[in-house]
């Protein structure tokens, strides 16, 4: 009996695998979800808003001002500490 092996489909290069979208333009698309008012936005919009904050995929969006809070964050304590 031979085995079968199992082959990977090839990997997508960057972006996010669900939405098939770059981080820059997944980030833009969410913040015009978010624009939005609550109240104004359709069932499927707020699905996908509910969908797209589930995922980590919010975190890796926000992580450049998590940097950037942080280094600054650093800064003010190296200036206590001097």
Do not use: F
């Not at 990977?8 to 333009?25: D, V, W, Y």
């Not at 980590?56 to 001097?82: F, N, Q, S, V």
Request: charged share 30%; hydrophobic share 35%.
């Amino acid at each position: 009996m031979a085995t079968v092996k199992y082959r990977r489909p090839p990997r997508q290069q960057g972006g996010n695998k669900r939405t098939g979208l770059s981080m820059a333009e997944l980030r833009t698309y969410m913040d015009t979800l978010r624009a939005i008012p609550a109240a104004e936005r359709t069932p499927a919009q707020a699905e996908e808003l509910r969908r797209l904050d589930n995922t980590h995929y919010h975190r890796m969006l926000r992580l450049p001002e998590t940097i950037a809070r942080l280094e600054a964050r650093l800064a003010d304590l190296k200036a206590l500490a001097r």
